[in-house]
């Protein structure tokens, strides 16, 4: 049994507290370390919360665009400020801010809107076949694996092992929050869309560092997963140079689509 984490999620989002006008703190921890900086997943996950928190009025989120500018380092400080860029009647921008005292280290773009009637529904994200969470092996057991992902309970469900040298880089794993209290929210959700490791990983033959530069994210179901299992794809499409462009989705447990994300991912190996 893994130990349980320090700092849980529903935890972490009650520290995250009021520092001024609309400006939020949050003083980063290592159990949700990945390498020298933080959990991407989760910085992101605190800019939607504290955009959600800015307009507690503001439709669903539908979309989000994260630009990673620099690494957030265990014990820092975090100043998160929200600015409202655009506001339509059925959609508003809000931007997020994420800096220590030396500066920016993460820009988010979130996106808000009302659901609007219409003529026309199609859905090609099929939900994948495989095995129940149960029946699946773990899958954070490598001793490489973050601290953060102590955070998370996965199960390989299809695909390649990170770090397995595979000539295919995709993977399936089952994931969910261990905290038994995450809150089933836009930022519960979030934090659970980067936790897999990036496709190109899977084809390494030994441990080498990555970061994201980018991800975009559009939410295009209505459930929040709480602490339930969802499913996980991760799939490289173009890996050279030194980067890995990939495609990820999210399903909830009974199939229905949540999550479909892009992500920019820098190699040094």
Not at 72 to 91: H, I, M, N
Not at 101 to 111: E, K, Q
Not at 195 to 207: I, R
Not at 229 to 254: F, H
């Amino acid at each position: 049994m893994l130990e349980l984490p320090k700092l849980s999620f529903s935890n972490l989002i009650a520290a995250l507290q009021p520092d001024g006008a609309d400006s939020h703190t949050f003083e980063t921890h290592a159990s949700w370390a990945q390498g020298r900086t933080i959990y991407g997943g989760l910085a992101a996950a605190l800019a939607v919360e504290v955009a959600r928190r800015h307009a507690p009025q503001l439709p669903p989120l539908r979309a989000a665009q994260f630009a990673f500018t620099g690494p957030l380092a265990s014990g820092d400080l975090l100043r998160l400020t929200p600015r409202q860029v655009a506001a339509g009647r059925s959609s508003t921008f809000v931007e997020v801010s994420v800096g220590t005292s030396t500066g920016a280290t993460l820009r988010a773009l979130p996106w808000f809107g009302v659901a609007r009637t219409s003529a026309y529904a199609y859905n090609d994200m099929a939900f994948p076949v495989v095995p129940p969470p149960e029946q699946c092996s773990l899958f954070f057991v490598e001793d490489f694996v973050p601290s953060f992902t102590r955070q998370f309970d996965g199960q390989l469900a299809g695909g390649a092992r990170a770090v397995s040298g595979s000539a295919v880089p995709e993977l399936l794993i089952w994931l969910r929050h261990r905290d038994v209290d995450a809150p089933a929210s836009e930022a519960g959700l979030i934090a659970l869309g980067d936790v897999q490791p990036p496709a190109a990983m899977l084809m390494f033959t030994s441990p080498a560092p990555i970061s994201t530069a980018t991800w975009s994210i559009d939410v295009v179901g209505h459930a929040m997963p709480g602490n339930d299992w969802v499913l996980a794809r991760i799939r490289g499409e173009v890996i050279g140079d030194g980067y890995c462009s990939q495609a990820m989705q999210l399903w909830s447990a009974d199939g229905v689509p949540l999550l479909l994300s892009r992500q920019q991912v820098a190699m040094y190996v």
